[in-house]
C-alpha cells in the first residue's frame, strides 16, 4: 500500500490545531481525535480545515455548562501522530507546553486559539465621568486563556518575537464551585489588540468566528 504523504502546513491547518489546543482531545488509543464546543460555526470550520466527511454530533455538557454541546470525533492515526509530534498529547489541559508550530502560520494558530477559548472584548470605560461627563471612552481587550502557565508563557513570547507587543499575564484564581484550578490570562490592552488583530485577521474572509472578529469590526468602524 503506498504511504500516504503528511498533509503540508497551511493556514486552514495551524487554524485547526489552535482549535484543538484548546477544546480538542487525543484518546489514548493513539488514533482517535475529538473536538467539542458550544459554537456550531466552529465545529463547522474545523470540519472546512481538515476536509472531514464526520458528521457533528450532540454530546452530553460538563456538570456546570449552560449551553448545548456538540463534537466531531474521527480517526485518523497519521494526524494524530503529528500532532504529538508538534506538542499535542492526550490529557494535555494542564501540562501542555511549547508547540512546534512554523513563525508563518503562527497567527492562524492563534486565531483558532482566539476562537477556542478567548475573547475580545469592547466596553465603555466610564471611570473618569466623575470629573467631567464627556470622558467616555470605548476600550477594546483581547484575552487568551489556558490552564498552563508554560503553555500562555510560550504564546507571550512567541507574540513578542514575532508582533512585538507583550500583553500582561496574569493568574486567575479559581471562583466557582467545579473549578479546581486557576487559569493563566494573557491580556492586551486597546493598542496592542489593534496591532494583534489586524496580524491575525490578515485577510477579509479569513476563517474564524465571525461573532469574535465582528466586536473588532465594529470597534474599527466606530473609529
Not at 46 to 51: G, I, S
Not at 146 to 157: D, L, Y
Request: glycine content about 4%; some cysteine.
Amino acid at each position: 500500500m503506498k504511504k500516504q504523504k503528511e498533509q503540508k502546513w497551511s493556514s486552514d491547518l495551524a487554524y485547526a490545531i489552535g482549535l484543538l489546543t484548546t477544546d480538542g482531545n487525543l484518546s489514548k488509543d493513539g488514533r482517535h481525535i475529538t473536538f467539542r464546543s458550544s459554537d456550531i460555526e466552529l465545529l463547522k470550520n474545523f470540519k472546512r480545515c481538515l476536509a472531514l466527511k464526520t458528521n457533528i454530533a450532540k454530546t452530553k455538557n460538563d456538570s456546570w455548562a449552560q449551553k448545548p454541546c456538540y463534537r466531531i470525533q474521527f480517526s485518523d492515526k497519521r494526524l494524530f501522530l503529528r500532532l504529538i509530534k508538534i506538542g499535542l498529547f492526550p490529557n494535555k489541559t494542564y501540562k501542555i507546553g511549547k508547540l512546534k508550530i512554523p513563525h508563518q502560520y503562527f497567527k492562524d494558530f492563534l486565531r483558532g486559539h482566539l476562537d477556542g477559548d478567548g475573547c475580545i472584548t469592547v466596553y465603555q470605560d466610564k471611570w473618569n465621568t466623575f470629573k467631567k461627563s464627556k470622558y467616555i471612552y470605548t476600550r477594546l481587550t483581547t484575552r487568551f486563556y489556558s490552564a498552563s502557565k508554560t503553555h500562555i508563557k510560550w504564546i507571550r513570547e512567541t507574540i513578542i518575537k514575532l508582533l512585538d507587543i507583550k500583553g500582561h499575564l496574569c493568574e486567575e484564581k479559581a471562583k466557582r464551585s467545579y473549578q479546581n484550578t486557576s487559569m493563566w490570562v494573557l491580556k492586551f490592552g486597546k493598542k496592542e489588540s489593534l496591532k494583534l488583530l489586524r496580524w491575525i485577521y490578515y485577510e477579509p474572509n479569513i476563517l474564524c468566528l465571525k461573532r469574535k472578529k465582528l466586536k473588532f469590526k465594529n470597534f474599527i468602524l466606530a473609529g
